[in-house]
């Protein structure tokens, strides 16, 4: 530890009288040591700002007294490089010796900025400083090394009346510091708390120093009479000069600065022999020694004087600080009438955020039941607009039918010739009905159960053959719609309706077993994206379906009529819906169903462009076990188009779910190119390898998603692999994927048909003990990751049993029908 000091080097002379060794009162005092004026202790740190303001603040309350600067350095615990600061441990001690000469060089600088203010100020100053690893345990040790009596220190204040407990240095300083220290604690050039001093330094420790107090008595009445000279010589030096003369006295030891002992030795054998020169002089130092005496008299009155006006002063600090404390527990009592005022606000809060709740949840159901009577409207006003059209429909036809009776009656005549041949098949037809109607029966019963279908599937009508004769005009050319192998299909007008009429060839092998097969079927079948079977006419050879205003998909995708172009989530709703049917069939239990002719041509669109599969004339009821039989074999062969055959059934003759799963899968191409199939697939994939799908895309189609582009493609791709083991099956989770590429796009799907977990359309709502709805395996996913409470409200659920939403299901299910 070293005492700095920014002495002259010219130091005024330290008077010492001599010893006359005389009894009288003059003699008792033959070396009388000037009195030395307090020394006053200020902690500073590194903020210049706060230091000056330290320093001011003692240099007007302690005039005349020798300011003594603290500093405890702390030395860094990093070291700055080039690639961040490294802890000190890890670096070299190379590294970390030269980084703390360069950290004790700053500290020097930065007390010589301090010495200069009090140069400044013209006020007498010396430096303390130590190398700590804690700031405020280094002060408090240097309060007890040196006896320090007075100390300065910056603090923050805490209701301006005590020292705030979280103030690093002040705090430790309040609390650790001896008692015989006295200690003002400073807050921006203001004292906040004076700790003051309960006994004096120990005797020991004041004894060890006489010597050097005496010199330092003497040296600072020396600086009294010649501080003027002191202090303007010292400031004209340069800065090289005073960085000399304020530390070239000591050098860093273990971390302090030590101060040398020659200064004091050399200042007393200077006052011995300045004290024998005196010897021969008494009587001018009797005069000197009276009028010392008086000088001292005078400053012991002044003393007085000053004590006085400080005992006054600290009076006034008193009443100051009571009157502080009634303002405290004035601030208290309102700090706690504001507390209860908040608790009463945070209940008067969530009483109003219960009621808020309650009310979102009424206005929620009210919203619901708006939006189901507005559906219900919106039904209603469609409905009668479907009966005005219809109405006016029947008019119109009614007109027709008019000018065509006269070719009715044309008709009649040929009707009895082919009578007689009807006849002849008609004991055949009815024998067959019957076995049909009993296998209906069975099959009606293997529907039973299918989600989102009725379990009684409505009874089909049997018409006679004037029926289907007067529905299309006898048969009429101008009622016909197509004409094909095996048979033709007419449009015709019965039951109040417009249906269409396959009238199978009576004479062609193969007609009478496609029109039993495709009674069979779609007889036991009844699902939203099949054709609906009206009715059969046995004797006829006839079955009557529903009627589709808008042709097949082949005529729309490739525009024969003239039709406007299919937008591209039109034809992602067709496909979705194609898979619908498909999955449909290819799940019919105890039987499996296979199309085993699915073509653009056997896809119907009705007059919301909404997709039905018909063509079941070559369709197969087809068990599992058959099908995983190797020698399974197909007696005939389809009568599709090749392109849309498999490859593998023409190798292997094996017709599986797998054949319409490819036949899927260049309907899905055709939809997304507009091309024809052949060699479609190939086109596709190279396409596809090569980055450029957006070249081949149907421009017609409008901006197709990228997403949903890609999506397809890889589907159709997949369902056209040569290997049906690489095609994919078509589950229902697939159809969901493809249901959801268009339904965003068409219209919003109501709130309460929404997951709530899953933010998506339930297929399988449950409710929870809570009241909401969810989605089955969501809701079960989170009861088994161990939550008991509600997903919406986060309360604990009475109990964990679900219970099946089954009208919100068929709700949904007929929404998306009708989507």
Not at 209 to 225: G, N, W
């Amino acid at each position: 530890m070293e005492l700095l000091k920014p002495l002259h080097p010219h130091h005024a002379p330290i008077l010492c009288l001599p010893f006359h060794g005389h009894p009288s009162s003059s003699q008792s005092q033959s070396q009388l040591p000037l009195p030395m004026p307090p020394k006053v202790h200020v902690a500073v740190g590194k903020s210049i700002d706060k230091a000056v303001t330290l320093l001011q603040w003692t240099f007007k309350h302690f005039q005349n007294s020798e300011i003594v600067i603290l500093h405890a350095y702390q030395p860094s615990l990093t070291i700055p490089t080039l690639l961040g600061k490294l802890p000190a441990s890890q670096a070299s001690p190379a590294v970390v010796s030269a980084f703390r000469s360069v950290e004790r060089e700053q500290t020097m600088k930065l007390l010589d900025k301090y010495l200069t203010v009090c140069r400044t100020a013209r006020v007498k100053a010396s430096v303390i400083v130590t190398e700590v690893d804690q700031v405020q345990k280094g002060i408090v040790d240097l309060v007890v090394k040196h006896n320090i009596q007075k100390l300065v220190i910056g603090a923050v204040p805490e209701n301006c009346m005590k020292v705030k407990r979280n103030s690093g240095k002040a705090n430790y300083t309040a609390k650790n510091a001896p008692p015989f220290c006295e200690v003002w604690f400073i807050y921006k050039g203001k004292v906040i708390w004076t700790r003051e001093a309960s006994e004096t330094p120990c005797s020991s420790s004041l004894s060890t120093q006489p010597e050097i107090a005496t010199a330092e008595s003497l040296r600072c009445r020396s600086f009294q009479y010649g501080k003027n000279e002191l202090f303007d010589s010292e400031c004209l030096q340069p800065n090289s000069a005073r960085s000399a003369t304020g530390f070239g006295i000591g050098s860093w030891v273990h971390g302090e600065i030590t101060e040398t002992g020659a200064t004091f030795s050399s200042k007393a054998s200077s006052c011995s022999s300045h004290c024998s020169s005196q010897n021969s002089s008494r009587a001018h130092l009797d005069t000197y020694l009276e009028a010392m005496e008086e000088k001292i008299n005078n400053q012991l009155i002044e003393t007085k004087r000053e004590a006085e006006a400080v005992a006054d002063e600290a009076s006034a600090e008193l009443l100051k600080c009571e009157r502080l404390e009634v303002e405290a527990m004035e601030a208290i009592r309102k700090v706690n009438l504001f507390d209860s005022a908040r608790v009463r606000e945070v209940k008067l809060r969530k009483e109003a955020e219960d009621a808020l709740r309650a009310t979102v949840e009424e206005q929620q159901k009210l919203l619901s039941e708006s939006e189901k009577i507005a559906n219900e409207l919106q039904m209603t006003m469609r409905n009668i607009a479907l009966l005005d059209s219809r109405a006016q429909e029947a008019n119109r036809r009614r007109d027709e039918a008019a000018d065509e009776l006269s070719l009715i009656q044309e008709s009649i005549s040929t009707l009895w010739q082919e009578r007689q041949q009807i006849r002849r098949h008609k004991m055949e037809s009815l024998r067959w009905l019957e076995r049909w109607r009993s296998r209906g029966q069975v099959g009606a019963a293997h529907c039973n159960g299918v989600i989102g279908f009725p379990e009684e599937l409505p009874e089909l009508a049997e018409f006679s053959s004037s029926d289907l004769q007067n529905a299309t005009c006898n048969f009429s050319n101008s009622f016909k719609i197509v004409q094909g192998g095996f048979g033709c299909i007419y449009k015709g007008e019965m039951m109040g309706r417009t249906v269409t009429i396959k009238r199978f060839h009576q004479h062609n092998m193969q007609g009478p077993m496609e029109f039993r097969q495709e009674v069979q079927v779609l007889g036991s079948l009844q699902h939203p994206h099949l054709i609906t079977l009206l009715g059969v006419c046995p004797e006829a050879w006839s079955i009557v379906y529903e009627y589709l205003p808008n042709g097949t998909l082949q005529d729309y995708l490739f525009r024969k009529s003239n039709n406007s172009p299919l937008t591209w989530n039109t034809r992602a709703r067709m496909i979705a819906e194609i898979a619908s049917a498909l999955c449909f069939l290819h799940s019919f239990k105890p039987e499996t169903i296979i199309h085993g002719d699915l073509k653009p041509e056997t896809v119907l669109l009705d007059s919301s462009l909404r997709c039905k599969i018909c063509g079941f004339g070559f369709c197969s009821l087809v068990s599992e076990e058959s099908l995983l039989r190797p020698s399974f074999r197909l007696s005939t062969e389809p009568k599709g188009a090749f392109t849309y055959t498999d490859p593998e059934f023409h190798r292997t003759g094996i017709l599986t779910t797998k054949s319409d799963i490819y036949s899927f899968g260049l309907i899905i191409l055709q939809l997304l190119t507009g091309n024809t199939p052949v060699g479609l697939a190939t086109l596709v994939r190279n396409a596809a390898s090569c980055g450029k799908l957006s070249s081949i895309l149907d421009s017609s189609a409008g901006e197709w998603p990228s997403p949903v582009a890609s999506r397809l493609v890889e589907l159709g791709l997949q369902f056209c692999q040569q290997n049906r083991r690489d095609r994919p099956d078509l589950t229902p989770t697939l159809v969901r994927e493809l249901e959801q590429m268009h339904a965003s796009e068409e219209r919003p799907v109501p709130s309460f048909f929404l997951c709530p977990i899953l933010q998506e359309i339930m297929h399988d709502p449950q409710v929870a003990a809570d009241g909401f709805t969810y989605e089955g395996d969501a809701l079960r996913e989170w009861l088994e990751n161990g939550h008991d409470t509600s997903p919406m409200t986060n309360l604990k659920l009475n109990h964990l049993f679900l219970t099946p939403n089954h009208a919100l299901r068929l709700a949904i299910q007929d929404w998306l029908c009708k989507s």
